[in-house]
């Protein structure tokens, strides 16, 4: 089963930012919070990861708690293109004898509007 | 860099045959993982190859099984068809190890009639 909780749809008006909410009470301390989003019928695609410090790249930022226990994706300037269903996901991420295989749940899916 | 890329996209068969749909990992990756994707059970992982081997298989019947070649290539073999294999086929490959980022292909169709 997955480890994460994150609400099933949120909306989002075009050019505001979205703040996708996601908790993960029972995450380890060797698990990363890893989040993908998949825009209908195409592969996921990768956004961003982080293990315990914010993180941002191009495309999005990422907000951990101090706890690590709850996590908030951000997507600054939402456009329509970004709707998709995201998915929230922690997983170890090291070399050693651990299994790599993602466990999705259901994620949330966001819905920009004009 | 290229990305992720499957072969074939879509593809029909019919109860009873069996298919083979094939992953190019992105240059220089050595992992490779493959998922099913079904309206009624998400994602799901099928298997990952790693230096050619399988390192782990999810909860799938032995119709399905895979390889990896020596080019970090892989192939998936779903035999004896059922209507419930119809479903999305997603490859994922990784750098390094299958615990690295996985960046996944556009995946294959399957339809089973």
């Known amino acids: 089963d997955a480890k994460t909780t994150q609400p099933p749809s949120m909306d989002c008006a075009e050019g505001r930012a979205a703040n996708l909410p996601c908790n993960h009470s029972?995450?380890?301390?060797?698990?990363?919070v890893y989040w993908y989003r998949q825009i209908h019928s195409q592969g996921p695609q990768y956004i961003i990861h982080?293990?315990?410090n914010n993180e941002t790249n191009e495309m999005a930022s990422l907000i951990i708690t101090e706890d690590r226990k709850s996590s908030t994706l951000i997507l600054p300037h939402a456009t329509l293109r970004d709707t998709a269903v995201y998915y929230c996901i922690v997983r170890v991420k090291n070399y050693g004898g651990s299994q790599g295989n993602l466990i999705f749940g259901k994620g949330t899916k966001l819905s920009v509007k004009p | 860099k290229a990305g992720v890329t499957q072969t074939p996209r879509y593809l029909i068969k019919t109860r009873g045959q069996q298919v083979t749909l094939s992953c190019s990992p992105i240059s220089g990756h050595r992992s490779v993982s493959w998922y099913q994707q079904t309206p009624g059970q998400g994602l799901q992982f099928l298997f990952e190859y790693f230096s050619e081997t399988q390192r782990n298989k999810g909860n799938f019947p032995g119709r399905f099984s895979g390889r990896q070649f020596s080019n970090s290539r892989s192939e998936m073999n779903v035999s004896t068809l059922e209507l419930g294999d119809s479903a999305l086929y997603l490859c994922?490959?990784?750098?390094?190890?299958?615990?690295?980022?996985?960046?996944f292909g556009p995946g294959t169709r399957l339809t089973v009639l």
């Open positions: 982080g293990l315990k």
């Open positions: 029972t995450i380890s301390g060797n698990e990363y």
């Open positions: 994922a490959s990784s750098p390094r190890h299958p615990t690295d980022t996985q960046y």
